[in-house]
């Protein structure tokens, strides 16, 4: 029997992929703009050569017909895109079923990230500062991956680094870090908003969302909390430090 190196398997995969994909190259928001609204039923690929200043006061909005999107740098150093914006960042809409972030520093001192409902996320060796949020309210069996990243609090106030309802979220080699502009906690994670709870079923624990988290750091600089959980069917936190924290309710 012949086995392939995992290399060559990467490679393949790559090609693959390539095959059955829109690439495209961005180098200022223009371009930007125009590569999230893409008419494409196939993957798109949205590589962002430098850094890239958004001046607009909205999310920029990812098109209807993108089902498949990743945006991807060179490296955390010298692929950037800046929000100037609280309110702007980068919209997911349910439409788009998998949503990939890597090699990449995104930086707001609002709002970066907003997923509704998309089925598979991965961020993977990303610089995020400001709040991620990921709602999954109306879609079952989805998978958030974050790994090799680091969040950072902005010089703004905001109560989360990354708040999410009702996913499965995965977190492995990834640093979380609060300071006095972080208000509530590093995570938030929970299947419960306004004191109801969206799933009325007791029994039905896997609609809940599971948790779990691997060789990762949580620091809440003191002044506020690592992770706040409610109403999840499953947490397993391994190899993972939480510390510097503070019951910061306010």
Known sequence: ??????YFIILIFNIIITGYAKVLNVNNVSELKNALQFQSDNIVIINIKNEIIVDDSDFLIVGDSISKIIIKGR???????????????????KN????????????????????????????????????????????????????????????SPINYLLKAFL????????????TDNLLISCLYITNKDNSEAYVSN????????????????????????GIIGYFISDINIRNSEIKDCYNNVR
């Open 75 to 93: 490296s955390t150093n010298n692929s950037k895109i800046i929000f100037n914006s609280k309110k702007s960042g980068i919209f997911f809409g």
């Open 1 to 6: 029997m012949c086995f392939l190196p995992i």
């Open 202 to 225: 007791e029994d039905n624990r896997n609609a809940f969302g599971t948790v779990e988290i691997s060789n990762s750091l949580f620091d809440g600089g003191y002044t506020s909390r």
């Open 167 to 178: 996913s499965n979220l995965v977190i492995d080699n990834s640093r979380f870090y609060g």
């Open 96 to 155: 788009v079923s998998d949503v990939e972030i890597t090699d990449i520093f995104l930086e707001s001192e609002g709002s970066v990230l907003y997923f509704d409902n998309n089925q598979n996320i991965n961020i993977y060796n990303a610089h995020i500062t400001g709040f991620t949020e990921a709602n999954m309210d109306s879609i079952s069996k989805n998978v958030f991956t974050i790994t090799d990243s680091f969040f950072s609090t902005p010089k």
